[in-house]
């Protein structure tokens, strides 16, 4: 809305640059440095070489001693660190911002020719933008008019076909509601307004589905996809990612689970593109410092959901290192990212998704609080306690099958007394609902693997163990043709 050319560039638009691109035959290659190609120099290193390219494109301008742009992309292409270029879009922007309206301008249409002579890539411009609505607040400490120069730059960008159009309906809603309240934005006014009043109300229908999914009559996702797609607000579908993420923050690692599970299921079924996976996983990195407030564990459990997603492949690989290089979330985003990098290590190392959701705090509380119960069931023969304990715990399958494995070793240990018990545990336990015979299989399963390392304390573990498995075949707890694993 009022974006103007500047004269010296019109003379390299659409020639100096592309033609240079042209005869080069030089591409923008991959986007990240982990997409494949080595980087010639530090971030560090990168950051200082792109400020000076950006002060002498800037100052180039002025003079008209040169042509700028030509030459800021020749500088930046000479540097060949295509992976940092999301970096240098922020470098031009927040720099224009410390000048002039008309160094705005400029610094605008410098990206518009980097994009069109592809030395920049949309993604890469989409990623800077979104670094600089992040932390819109932060550079107004120094730049009072900040959120207005990043909302005429981001429709600058947009009318030069560098950004969607979505992404202006994406901004976050503290920005749009400072904007909103800009007298000189009255231009635009009507579409921040109408942009904030659709996005409350769909925030808030999100979290009405999300109760409703995850509540005592959990719902299907088909169902959870198609309430979303009568909404139809597809530039807001991020906010189901991130208001998803939030609500597994409050549960517990089942909750976690099914949350992961939806989000991959709505990418499956195309409800959810992956641009509203990334933005999501994104605006929750940036927050990650307001989470922690209501949830001290939120750096770990982020992790967790990040590295699951990657591993679901709902999220670039570059994810981690993009983030880190863009420094989302400042501190408390970089911590959440260094701890899925190496999470993501440890998964690679053949860490299971079974134990991806517990910390190690939770691990031991876990475990103390079912040998607690199991002692206080073999004292007390309360089935009902024990069924209400197991529902507060949320158990994930496998902790299910700790529980079974747990409860057998315990009884072993003491009398045919409590081993009768055990059994008649897990009946009543399966009859409730609160264990699936998938579940006491696999505890089952889990004693055999275990039974050389029992058999040091229990010496007749094995033909203990045997008998176990006969009795449960005889309840019905095991199917008759279960072999236990050798």
């Known amino acids: 809305f009022w974006l103007k050319i500047c004269e010296p560039l019109l003379s390299v638009r659409g020639t100096t640059v592309c033609s240079m691109a042209q005869a080069s035959g030089h591409s923008a290659g991959p986007s990240t440095p982990s997409a494949g190609r080595s980087q010639h120099h530090t971030l560090s290193e990168f950051q200082t070489a792109s400020k000076t390219i950006v002060k002498g494109y800037f100052s180039n301008m ?152 995850f509540g005592e009559d959990a719902g299907s996702t088909a169902d959870f996809a198609a309430r979303l797609r009568e909404a139809n607000v597809p530039h807001f579908l991020h906010e189901v990612v991130r208001k998803a993420i939030i609500m597994g923050l409050d549960g517990g690692n089942k909750e976690r689970e099914r949350v992961s599970r939806l989000l991959c299921d709505l990418s499956i079924g195309e409800t959810l593109t992956s641009e509203d996976i990334l933005v999501g996983f994104t605006r929750i990195v940036a927050q990650t410092e307001d989470l922690q407030l209501d949830c001290p564990n939120a750096t770990e459990i982020v992790s967790r959901f990040i590295v699951r997603a990657l591993s679901d492949e709902l999220l670039p690989p570059a994810f981690i290192a993009n983030g880190e290089r863009l420094r989302i979330g400042g501190p408390a985003g970089l911590k959440v990212l260094e701890a899925s990098a190496k999470l993501q290590e440890d998964v690679r190392n053949g860490l299971s998704f079974a134990h991806l959701w517990r910390t190690a705090e939770e691990e031991a509380r876990f475990k103390k609080e079912v040998k607690a119960a199991i002692l206080e069931y073999f004292d007390s023969n309360d089935k009902d306690e024990i069924s209400k304990i197991l529902t507060e715990l949320k158990m994930a399958s496998d902790q299910a099958a700790e529980f079974v494995r747990k409860l057998i070793i315990f009884a072993m240990e003491r009398t045919g007394l409590q081993c009768d018990m055990a059994l008649d545990l897990l009946g009543y336990l399966r009859s409730n609902d609160d264990i699936s015979d998938r579940e006491i299989e696999m505890g089952f399963e889990q004693l055999y693997m275990q039974l050389d390392e029992i058999a040091l304390d229990i010496p007749d573990a094995a033909v203990m163990a045997r008998s176990f498995v006969k009795k449960a075949k005889a309840a019905g707890l095991l199917f008759d043709d279960y072999h236990p694993p050798e």
Not at 88 to 101: C, G, N
Not at 104 to 133: H, T, W
Not at 149 to 169: Q, W
């Open 62 to 213: 002025k003079s008209g001693t040169s042509p700028a742009a030509a030459e800021a992309a020749r500088s930046l292409k000479a540097l060949d660190c295509s992976g940092y270029h999301d970096e240098f879009v922020v470098i031009v922007v927040r720099s224009a911002m410390d000048l002039t309206e008309d160094d705005l301008v400029a610094g605008v249409n410098l990206l518009v020719l980097l994009r069109k002579a592809e030395i920049l890539m949309e993604s890469q411009i989409s990623r800077g933008f979104e670094k600089l609505v992040l932390t819109w607040q932060d550079i107004q400490l120094d730049v009072p008019n900040a959120p207005t120069y990043i909302l005429r730059c981001i429709d600058a960008a947009i009318r030069d076909n560098c950004l969607s159009r979505v992404f202006l309906s994406r901004l976050p809603e503290q920005l749009l509601q400072h904007l909103s309240a800009d007298a000189s934005l009255s231009g635009e006014m009507p579409v921040l307004r109408e942009n904030l009043g659709c996005l409350a109300q769909f925030k808030t229908r999100v979290s009405d589905l999300l109760k409703e999914y």
